[in-house]
């Protein structure tokens, strides 16, 4: 780590921050998970707005219009960690391996959306199957242009698998450079911080949700 990203990026970049035996990989980590369930809930305001122009697909008693912009998506804070520790490594795999950086851009966004789409299509087939009336329990995509056997969704597999690059190539590598740059105890002191914050954003939220106020 420590390396500066503003110069012309090469593969020596992109390597390196899968590192699962230090604080540092493990500090970033914890950072990471806080920062993108905050991130996520704005990045899933986003992605309804546009979903719902496009194809109208979105409820309006959807929840995301109404939770406030500091409710935590878990499910963004989980992706994270997952991704840092799965895409990251294979990220780094991919360019080692590759000759150019664009080359290994873009094929680790082909693997995400292919990753993506094969989950949703695995889940779908073992817990949305339509019941007698033809009728799906948790999501039809069956009238979508791009849908994949009335479960996964091409559309949305992008999506994911931009979020996904988007995330390994450049937001994880960030949190990793902004900690690599400070001396070790404000590295620490400044992830306390975010904890903090993360938990006020929390607890907040959350009695706003079971208060009412």
């Known amino acids: 780590m420590g390396k500066l990203r503003l110069h012309k ?9 899968f590192a699962p035996k230090t604080w540092d ?8 998970f806080c920062i993108c369930n905050i991130l996520g ?5 986003l992605y309804c707005v546009i979903m719902n122009a496009l194809f109208g697909i979105v ?3 959807y929840v995301v219009w109404t939770d406030p912009w500091y409710h935590p998506y878990w499910v963004y804070g989980v992706g994270a960690v997952v991704m840092t520790l799965i895409l990251e490594p294979m990220k780094e795999w991919i360019v080692v391996r590759r000759k150019t950086l ?18 949703e299509l695995i889940i779908g087939l073992l817990v949305n199957q339509p019941d ?44 990793c450079e902004m900690f690599s740059h400070l001396r070790p105890r404000v590295a620490n002191c400044l992830l306390g911080l975010i904890i903090i914050v993360f938990a006020g954003c929390c607890t907040l939220s959350y009695l706003k949700l079971w208060l009412g106020f």
């Open 9 to 17: 990026l090469t593969e020596k970049d992109e390597i390196g921050y």
């Open 25 to 32: 990989f493990w500090r970033a980590l914890i950072a990471a």
């Open 41 to 45: 809930h704005w990045l899933e305001l």
């Open 59 to 61: 409820e309006s008693d």
């Open 102 to 119: 664009w080359g290994a851009l873009l094929e680790t966004f082909a693997i995400c959306v292919i990753l993506s789409m094969l989950m």
């Open 132 to 175: 007698q009336f033809g009728e799906y329990p948790f999501w039809d995509n069956s009238e979508l242009p791009l849908n994949i056997m009335g479960q996964a969704w091409l559309v949305n597999d992008v999506f994911i698998g931009l979020v996904a690059v988007l995330y390994v190539w450049l937001l994880y590598p960030l949190i």
